[in-house]
């Protein structure tokens, strides 16, 4: 009996494990015929994708987690920051110059202007607009107006005449703090704004305006906490920070404290920012990028921030090494700034550990990288009003984070990109009027879905609720979705790595070619040895779409116009190649370093009003030549052919 029953059993277990084998080989079989027939790309992309998509899901999650708990427990920036500071008493939080700040220090000045606003009768909701130099006091000012609910309006120190005056008004501004720096005291003697003034003494000239000494009457002000008049929100606006203005007027926009801690949250958890950092930043406190991501890290994470007045190319690593900075932010053209300076000793005696920000050119991102021996790039993507943001997590050279391939292809995700008709700019949409995904290897405008109901998907706008509708799309993957619209053209490549290609507007369509400008001006920049140029499109009657036009910037004349001439062909296709030069004294930006190309585009080639040198490409020789009165006349009545 025993005998049979192990044989029985023997004669089983034979049977399961061929049935196994069996198995294996049939899926081992179906597996091989799908690699064979396609399937390999799947997981070839799959297994070069997986790491990095799995660390961005763990980051979602780990910053979605942080922003619940900031939610549920109603925590505000100004509770953010105290709770900081009772950790860091006498750490310095800001350093400026030969100015240092500890956190005690800064909670103080913070209650200062707190008790005072609030005992001359400002109260939640009101606005403040501050129009200072870059310096720390701009921050403890925000901070302290932050307590008792009045929202700043961080004005770019730029700005003059109707800008400014639409910056103060379009917010309803009560009161106007001002530095007394001359040309900022100019500036506001200019507009005569029809505000509350206050003066901060900077130890610059004494103005005629008609103003308070704020820092007088802080002196009778208390700096303990002030009392708690009306509840504060995590939902409540803390900020308005301006658009750059590249075109057009600022516009305002809404900074809650939700998103700002949502903004400071993801950065910092992604750095890995500790107390120790310290972080060097030459950018304006007024721009989200030092004004949250830089200030941001100092107020959750207690960091030390390094200010600067304004950014000194030859002295960014001297100054990287003097205060042992861990951390420097850059944003626009400052990375090509740095790295046309003759190279020093001090190049790469820095400590950083990473550089930090946006809109590093991918032409001179392993050239600035290599030279100057910096561990880790990390790039990132996002505008102020955004509610579409992305990370290069992995230093990928040249892009501005990424999108799962896998994962947009298998379920909808939050952020897309969708189609575009090359010669409106508008969305493409098909035969039921929905949008059109691009898939990887295409090129189209990134957009965020609306989801008010989270704090990560939210789209808060602008003041001007006309100007936030602008931004706002419905019907893109479904019937009744809403979409934030950045303006922003991308490409998406077979990795889902994505890349900056264009501004809607910027790119232009000449000879049946779609033309980025922010492509052939980083191109002509490393050709012309990285002198700034701006690429935008013109208007040539009796030509279709709009021909190329570059003004470089050359204010010791050392241009060499043959030079271009040869040079261009090497490095450009036909299409590409500007068809008018302007060589000009002075390039206009931002304070942010963006190109303002509104005057420009606007101007054109007009030779009766440009006074600066032009040039025309002359096909018969392939050359670049002066264009002249004559033949600016013969372009414009159609007989010259382009």
């Known amino acids: 009996m025993a005998y049979r029953l192990a044989v029985g059993l023997a004669l089983l277990a ?16 179906t597996f091989c015929l799908y690699l064979v ?52 008493r006498d750490k310095v939080a800001f350093v400026f110059e030969d100015k240092y700040w500890t956190f005690q220090e800064v909670e103080y000045f913070s209650n200062k202007v707190a008790n005072y606003f609030q005992s001359i009768g400002y109260k939640k909701g009101d606005v403040v607009a501050l129009f200072m130099e870059n310096r720390p006091e701009l921050v403890f000012f925000w901070l302290g107006l932050a307590k008792i609910g009045v929202i700043s309006a961080l004005v770019n120190y730029n700005l003059r005449k109707e800008s400014l005056s639409h910056s103060i008004s379009i917010v309803n501004a009560k009161g106007l703090i001002y530095s007394n720096d001359l040309i900022i005291v100019d500036a506001v003697t200019d507009i005569s704004p029809n505000v509350e003034l206050y003066e901060f003494d900077v130890g610059g000239i004494s103005s005629s305006l008609k103003s308070k000494n704020i820092l ?87 960091a030390t921030l390094v200010v600067r007045r304004k950014l000194s190319a030859s002295r960014f690593w001297d100054e990287c090494i003097e205060y042992k900075a861990t951390i420097a932010i850059y944003i626009g ?13 001090s190049d790469k005696k820095h400590k950083l550990r990473l550089m930090t920000g946006n809109g590093l050119r991918p032409q001179i991102w392993n050239q600035f990288k290599t030279r100057f021996n910096i561990p880790f790039i990390f790039e990132f993507y996002g505008a102020t009003e955004s509610n ?35 010669l409106s700019g508008e969305l493409a949409r098909n035969s039921d009027g929905l949008a059109i995904p691009c898939n990887p290897g295409e090129v189209g405008q990134i957009a965020g879905r609306i989801n008010n109901r989270k704090v990560l998907s939210r789209f808060d706008g602008y003041v001007n609720k006309q100007a936030t509708q602008k931004k706002i799309a419905h019907d893109l993957l479904k019937k009744g979705d809403e979409w934030f619209l950045s303006g922003d ?16 507007g910027d790119t232009f369509r000449w000879r049946g070619e779609n033309v980025s400008t922010s492509e052939v001006e980083g191109v002509m920049a490393n050709a012309l040895g990285l002198n700034s140029v701006v690429v935008y499109g013109v208007q040539i009657p009796g030509c279709e779409g709009r021909a190329g036009m570059a003004a470089i910037e050359d204010p010791d004349d050392v241009i060499d116009v043959k030079f271009i001439s040869s040079k261009l062909p ?69 007989d010259m052919r382009f």
């Open 37 to 88: 027939s396609g399937g390999w790309r799947f997981v070839r992309l799959l297994w070069l994708t997986f790491p990095r998509d799995l660390r961005g899901a763990i980051f979602q999650w780990k910053v979605a987690s942080k922003i619940r708990q900031y939610s549920h427990s109603n925590n505000t920036v100004c509770d953010i920051f105290q709770m900081t500071a009772e950790k860091h």
């Open 570 to 638: 090497e490095v450009l296709p036909s299409y590409a190649r500007p068809v008018f030069l302007r060589v000009t004294n002075v390039v206009d930006t931002t304070g942010t370093f963006k190109f303002q190309k509104t005057r420009f585009r606007k101007e054109g080639f007009d030779f009766s009003i440009v006074k600066d040198k032009l040039f025309f490409l002359d096909s018969k020789l392939g050359e670049y030549c002066v264009l002249t009165a004559e033949i600016h006349g013969k372009i414009v009545d159609g």
């Open 489 to 504: 053209v991308l490409y998406w490549d077979e990795l889902g790595y994505l890349f900056f290609h264009d501004r809607l």
């Open 388 to 422: 579409v943001s992305s990370r290069n997590v992995d230093g990928y050279p040249g892009a501005i984070g990424s999108l799962p391939v896998i994962a947009s292809s298998l379920s909808p995700t939050a952020t897309r990109l969708f189609k575009i008709d090359p």
């Open 216 to 302: 007088e009457e802080f002196k009778e002000c208390s700096k303990n906490p002030p009392p708690l008049l009306d509840e504060k929100k995590f939902d409540d606006v803390v900020l308005y920070i301006y658009t750059s203005g590249t075109t057009g007027l600022p516009k305002a926009s809404i900074i809650k404290h939700s998103r700002f801690l949502r903004i400071t949250t993801a950065l910092t958890t992604l750095l890995q920012i500790i107390p120790n950092d310290v972080i060097y930043c030459v950018l304006p406190l007024y721009h989200t990028s030092a004004g949250v991501v830089g200030v941001g890290a100092v107020i959750s994470n207690g």
């Open 14 to 29: 034979v049977q399961v494990a061929w049935l196994k084998f069996t198995w294996l080989l049939a899926c081992s079989i």
């Open 333 to 345: 053209e400052l990375c090509r700034y740095i790295l046309a300076q003759p190279p020093k000793e």
